[in-house]
């Protein structure tokens, strides 16, 4: 990609770029479609769901009801607090994710100034001010996202309708062969495209949280990511918490990253997506539905809330689809 052609525009928005009237009009023979159902793929926001070790717990209080003094009327409200925008079903903006040119020792200060983004943005360009807001690359960039998705089911074709093991990578020949599998081949993944991803993992989320979704996973391996950016989708989403696949123990430091993650880089899948491809991330999506009535194309709707220089955002994404012939029938 030629960075130096694209305006800073068109930059921050990455592949998200490509959502427009194209992706609208392809969405218009799913939504016209009188057997198309609605499907929530969202996970519910509350203080008992799994928390990500990577962000701050996510509090939710009920506040009491409470009236206006000479009204009629009462009223109800909640407060939230913690790391709202990386937990829970959440977008990860560009601005979420940057490389530094050598491994971090450990040592403090942590060498912020270094660190590169997505288009070669440097950190100053980025956040100039570590305690400030991003100044580029923020979820306020990304546009509604409006556009057909493909839904890739891995739990069914890689392993026989269970959840994929901790660490186990989704590459090349996985994405190509699921493809031929459901049907897709022939079109694949066109520019825009919400790329969903069903590993079964989003069967141990749970409220409460029994500890063990954060743990680990199986993700989108680094070589399957340089794979699909060729096809340039707008998102990719999975039902896993860290859209990488990682390793039983790793978390810990008990266990090396997946093998096809690069030295000092255990998560090269964000790397890639997000820095090098300019990619959007969905994480924690609820994707059982889709699988279960073989809805491998719909129509895909998700907006991320405009939150100033934030670096993600909580999201509420639906589909609208037909189920399957077959899933119909059962």
Same mark, same amino acid.
């Given at each position: 990609?030629?960075?130096?052609?694209?305006?800073?525009?068109?930059?921050?928005?990455?592949?998200?770029?490509?959502?427009?009237?194209?992706?609208?009009?392809?969405?218009?023979?799913?939504?016209?479609?009188?057997?198309?159902?609605?499907?929530?793929?969202?996970?519910?926001?509350?203080?008992?769901?799994?928390?990500?070790?990577?962000?701050?717990?996510?509090?939710?209080?009920?506040?009491?009801?409470?009236?206006?003094?000479?009204?009629?009327? &009462?009223?109800? @409200?909640?407060?939230?607090? *913690?790391?709202?925008?990386?937990? $829970?079903?959440? !977008?990860?903006? +560009? %601005?979420?994710?940057?490389?530094?040119?050598?491994?971090?020792?450990?040592?403090?200060?942590?060498?912020?100034?270094?660190?590169?983004?997505?288009?070669?943005?440097?950190?100053?360009?980025?956040?100039?001010?570590?305690?400030?807001?991003?100044?580029?690359?923020?979820?306020?960039?990304?546009?509604?996202?409006?556009?057909?998705?493909?839904?890739?089911?891995?739990?069914?074709?890689?392993?026989?309708?269970?959840?994929?093991?901790?660490?186990?990578?989704?590459?090349?020949?996985?994405?190509?062969?699921?493809?031929?599998?459901?049907?897709?081949?022939?079109?694949?993944?066109?520019?825009?495209?919400?790329?969903?991803?069903?590993?079964?993992?989003? &069967?141990?989320? @749970?409220?409460?949280?029994? *500890?063990?979704?954060?743990?680990? $996973?199986?993700? !989108?391996?680094? +070589? %399957?990511?340089?794979?699909?950016?060729?096809?340039?989708?707008?998102?990719?989403?999975?039902?896993?918490?860290?859209?990488?696949?990682?390793?039983?123990?790793?978390?810990?430091?008990?266990?090396?990253?997946?093998?096809?993650?690069?030295?000092?880089?255990?998560?090269?899948?964000?790397?890639?997506?997000?820095?090098?491809?300019?990619?959007?991330?969905?994480?924690?999506?609820?994707?059982?539905?889709?699988?279960?009535?073989?809805?491998?194309?719909?129509?895909?709707?998700?907006?991320?809330?405009?939150?100033?220089?934030?670096?993600?955002?909580?999201?509420?994404?639906?589909?609208?689809?037909?189920?399957?012939?077959?899933?119909?029938?059962?």
């Amino acid at each position: 990609m030629n960075f130096d052609e694209i305006t800073n525009d068109i930059l921050d928005k990455g592949t998200g770029r490509f959502v427009g009237p194209e992706t609208w009009a392809r969405c218009a023979t799913h939504l016209c479609d009188s057997g198309a159902r609605l499907y929530e793929l969202g996970r519910m926001l509350t203080s008992g769901a799994p928390q990500s070790p990577f962000a701050t717990p996510t509090g939710i209080t009920s506040e009491a009801t409470r009236g206006a003094p000479g009204t009629v009327h &009462a009223h109800n @409200g909640e407060r939230l607090n *913690g790391g709202l925008t990386q937990q $829970g079903t959440h !977008l990860d903006a +560009l %601005g979420h994710f940057g490389v530094l040119p050598d491994a971090w020792d450990g040592h403090e200060p942590f060498p912020a100034a270094q660190v590169t983004y997505f288009g070669g943005l440097s950190q100053h360009e980025v956040k100039p001010n570590p305690d400030a807001p991003l100044a580029r690359l923020g979820v306020d960039s990304v546009p509604p996202v409006l556009t057909t998705a493909v839904l890739l089911d891995a739990s069914a074709y890689l392993a026989d309708g269970e959840m994929l093991e901790p660490g186990r990578e989704i590459g090349r020949a996985d994405i190509t062969s699921m493809l031929d599998a459901q049907g897709l081949g022939h079109r694949g993944i066109l520019p825009g495209d919400a790329l969903l991803i069903h590993t079964g993992w989003g &069967a141990r989320w @749970g409220d409460p949280d029994d *500890g063990t979704y954060y743990r680990s $996973g199986p993700g !989108l391996s680094r +070589l %399957g990511a340089e794979f699909i950016a060729d096809f340039q989708p707008a998102l990719v989403a999975l039902d896993n918490p860290f859209t990488d696949p990682v390793c039983e123990g790793q978390i810990d430091g008990q266990h090396e990253p997946p093998p096809g993650m690069l030295p000092n880089a255990p998560f090269g899948t964000h790397h890639q997506n997000l820095v090098q491809a300019g990619i959007l991330q969905i994480q924690n999506m609820y994707l059982s539905g889709l699988a279960r009535d073989r809805v491998f194309l719909s129509c895909f709707m998700v907006l991320p809330l405009l939150i100033k220089g934030a670096s993600g955002s909580p999201v509420r994404p639906i589909a609208i689809g037909s189920p399957s012939a077959s899933a119909r029938a059962t």
